[in-house]
T-cell receptor, first 114, second 116 residues
Framework: DTEVTQTPKHLVMGMTNKKSLKCEQH?????MYWYKQKAKKPPELMFV???????INESVPSRFSPECPNSSLLNLHLHALQPEDSALYLC?????????????FGNGTRLTVT | AQSVTQPDIHITVSEGASLELRCNYS??????LFWYVQSPGQGLQLLLK??????LVQGIKGFEAEFKRSQSSFNLRKPSVHWSDAAEYFC??????????????FGTGTKLQVIP
């Protein structure tokens, strides 16, 4: 069983909808990540939070809005998405500092934008 | 810039045969190296990691990998493949050695098919 929990497992949304993805970990990790993975491609980094502060934004469009309310929880708010945003969204966490690897991944949320 | 190359997009092996998946990296310093496995529709599971020390590392599910600095390689091996090993395998390197030290870069992946 994964120690990083993502909900929901599947999400279908229209282009005018607002939805949120949720990620939770209770390993005491202080760095949390959002990745996007298209079919047959490697994961692409979107955001990194370190100590609940956004430390990396890989030029992600503003229709994706991350939030880290506390050290255990990471959200990704979605608004006005496009069909090309359909993908597997993966959350990961790790311990803090450069020695805190590896990344621990959740099972992802499969997002379909109609 | 750091990069990871997995030269084999797709590999087919017979059940019980040995397996080697190739990974080459480009990095400005001693990297951290990882192998992850992903079953369809699932997240990534860590198979093994290399930080320093013994260049032959053992992982879960009977996998091992060898770090060869001279060849900038970190190939994954398994002596006898099981049908349940069919999945996508990603090599990864991190952290990025300037600025965004928290980044992990993934290779393009190798899809493993196991035939009876």
């Amino acid at each position: 069983d994964t120690e990083v929990t993502q909900t929901p497992k599947h999400l279908v949304m229209g282009m005018t909808n607002k939805k949120s993805l949720k990620c939770e970990q209770h390993m005491g990790h202080r760095a949390m990540y959002w990745y996007k993975q298209k079919a047959k491609k490697p994961p692409e980094l979107m955001f990194v939070y370190s100590y609940e502060k956004l430390s990396i934004n890989e030029s992600v469009p503003s229709r994706f809005s991350p939030e880290c309310p506390n050290s255990s929880l990471l959200n990704l708010h979605l608004h006005a998405l496009q069909p090309e945003d359909s993908a597997l969204y993966l959350c990961a966490s790790r311990d803090s500092g450069t020695g805190g690897f590896p990344l621990h991944f959740g099972n992802g949320t499969r997002l379909t934008v109609t | 810039a750091q990069s990871v190359t997995q030269p084999d997009i797709h590999i087919t092996v017979s059940e019980g045969a040995s397996l080697e998946l190739r990974c080459n990296y480009s990095y400005g310093a001693t990297p951290y190296l990882f192998w992850y496995v992903q079953s369809p529709g699932q997240g990534l599971q860590l198979l093994l990691k290399y930080f320093s020390g013994d260049t032959l590392v053992q992982g879960i599910k009977g996998f091992e990998a060898e770090f060869k600095r001279s060849q900038s390689s970190f190939n994954l091996r398994k002596p006898s493949v099981h049908w349940s090993d069919a999945a996508e395998y990603f090599c990864a390197v991190g952290p990025l050695n300037s600025g965004g030290y928290q980044k992990v870069t993934f290779g393009t992946g190798t899809k493993l098919q196991v035939i009876p």
